[in-house]
């Protein structure tokens, strides 16, 4: 499929994301977060079919031109990935032969200043992935001063989290990018010349937070182990210390690689056969691709095999 159009963002890590799914002709893989077409794009140049999920309605707009192009091999589901289980069943598929998920937020979207999750250009306080629910204007002028505080903490590691939450609330309401952008620099005493914003935590954090990023990661993982085959391989992009935590210990998990107990601390139940082989150490992106793409600057990948063995989780949708 070698007149596939060029995507308009660089996919962080492809080569070794592509290189990890080794993706042949004629299998079916599952893109839980589609975005620009990236991945999806190097999948189907190699011959596969492409089963592709994003909960953002422009992504699933905009690639149309690409179904077209794939003339049948390339199906695009608006819908969470962490719902894949339910998806795949609704069109009658029982198994793929790889999954790749690019955690957190796409390109497209910090690229548009309308989406409001970005402060490189002035837009309203929105956020949402999937245009629905709750805005970051609304949860930031609507919440007290301790949860927001909390959100800053857990899911942006600032450590004043505390005094920027006061700042929030003292300079409310907001309503642009801009002005929460001011008010956490302010806060935190940023001089221009640092190298890193400071408003970039507090940014990432609200996202998180009004997205469920880790929870839908976490169900995305259960969804994943129940819906490769044997052999099948996982593909896993993460931006942020915490999400890769997540990913790293389902698969310390599922590997059977947890400690054994021991005589002070015997094991709460027999062993389960593992279902995931993890097959490499994380993949960073060397300077090349830094230097290319900024992006990959945080990114970790982690690849693992399916085995034969049942999954584990039962239901999808628990945070396992």
């Known amino acids: 499929m070698s007149d596939v159009v060029t995507a308009p963002h660089v996919p962080v890590l492809l080569d070794a994301v592509i290189a990890g799914l080794n993706p042949v002709a004629g299998e079916r893989h599952v893109d839980g977060t589609f975005g620009a077409g990236g991945y999806t794009r190097a999948l189907l140049d190699a011959g596969a079919s492409v089963i592709a999920f994003d909960r ?34 609704a069109r009658d598929v029982d198994g793929v032969d790889g999954v790749t998920f690019d955690i957190g937020v796409s390109s497209m979207q910090i690229d548009r200043a309308e989406r409001g999750f970005s402060f490189q250009a002035d837009g309203p306080l929105d956020m949402r992935m999937s245009r629905e629910g709750q805005t970051a204007a609304e949860f930031l002028n609507d919440s007290d001063e301790a949860e927001i505080a909390d959100v800053l903490y857990h899911y942006g590691d600032e450590p004043k989290s505390r005094r920027v939450a006061r700042a929030i609330v003292a300079a409310r309401p907001l309503t642009t990018t801009a002005e929460l952008a001011a008010v956490v620099r302010r806060a935190l005493g940023h001089r221009p010349h640092e190298k890193k914003d400071p408003a970039t935590r507090a940014f990432q954090a609200i996202r998180i937070h009004l997205n469920r990023e880790l929870d839908e990661l976490r169900d995305g993982l259960v969804a994943a182990e129940r819906a490769l085959k044997p052999g099948g391989r996982l593909a896993v992009v993460s931006f942020h210390s915490t999400e ?59 690849v693992a095999h399916r085995t034969a063995s049942p999954p584990w989780s039962p239901v999808e949708g628990t945070h396992a």
């Open 56 to 89: 953002d309605p422009d992504a699933i707009a905009e690639g149309a031109a690409l179904v077209a192009e794939a003339e049948g091999r390339l199906v695009l589901v608006h819908d969470r990935f962490g719902a894949m289980t339910v998806a795949l069943a």
């Open 244 to 302: 890769d935590r997540i990913v790293k210990r389902f698969l310390i998990e599922r590997s059977g690689a947890t400690p054994a107990g021991s005589r002070h601390m015997p094991q709460a139940a027999a062993a389960t056969p593992p279902s995931f082989e993890r097959v490499a150490k994380p993949v960073r992106a060397d300077e090349a691709e830094v230097a290319r793409n900024p992006r990959s600057r945080s990114a970790t990948l982690r």
